[in-house]
């Protein structure tokens, strides 16, 4: 696997294992994958570090001298929701049977291809991430837009929307801020459709821009697509 980039929202992950060896290399590994790692040599170790950091996933090793991996896990449990996943040489299905009682989300026998782990922590961190809400209605001056109904209204005022026109500003309502593609906004995905997206944001323009000429609210993003900014 190619090293990746390190960045500081990337996911910080605290792995505890008492075995140096094991951690270091499984430090190693996480940082050339782009996740920020910390390391704990046992639970006392890491009970410090969980009060004074956030982490986004625990690897957590069982059998560790003092309190075990599998008697921290209950612990964290007990107030806390941060995903762990369990590594131990025990293999037998009672003992995974455990680890999953204690807190685990997954559990993994050593030893352990190292790309296994990363595949795991990212199946992990894409469940507990929880889609964005989506709103109910968005502001733009003196228009609002029901999500939901499809209504665009100036005060007591409907401003009529034709189900294409709906459709553009439900897609744009629900990802505020952010640049969606031509081809995401078009009707069948083709490239070619382009052109025909283009002319539906020029209508949907004139119907919610102050000036459709110099659009405040729904901009182009050169070589992205379009935005939509709310107030």
Do not use: C, W
């Amino acid at each position: 696997m190619d090293r990746k980039l390190v960045t500081d929202d990337a996911p910080h992950i605290l792995v505890v294992d008492d075995d140096r060896r094991i951690r270091d290399l499984i430090k190693e590994f996480l940082a050339n994958q782009g996740f920020r790692v910390s390391t704990a040599g046992d639970a006392t170790q890491a009970r410090e570090m969980l009060g004074g950091l956030a982490f986004d996933l625990l690897v957590l090793d069982v059998m560790m001298p003092g309190e075990t991996g599998l008697e921290l896990a209950q612990s964290i449990r007990e107030d806390g929701d941060v995903p762990i996943v369990i590594l131990s040489a025990l293999s037998e299905a009672e003992h995974r049977i455990d680890g999953f009682e204690a807190g685990g989300d997954d559990y993994l026998v050593k030893p352990f291809e190292p790309r296994e782990l990363v595949l795991r922590i990212n199946s992990i961190l894409k469940r507990s991430i929880a889609p964005a809400p989506v709103p109910q209605e968005i502001k733009l001056a003196d228009l609002v837009f029901h999500v939901e109904r499809g209504e665009l209204r100036r005060g007591e005022e409907n401003v009529r929307l034709t189900t294409r026109e709906q459709e553009l500003l439900r897609l744009f309502a629900v990802r505020p801020g952010e640049p969606i593609s031509r081809s995401e906004l078009s009707q069948n995905g083709a490239d070619e459709s382009a052109r025909a997206v283009d002319v539906q944001i020029n209508r949907l323009r004139r119907k919610i821009e102050p000036d459709p000429s110099a659009p405040t609210y729904l901009q182009t993003v050169r070589g992205a697509g379009y935005i939509l900014y709310t107030d």
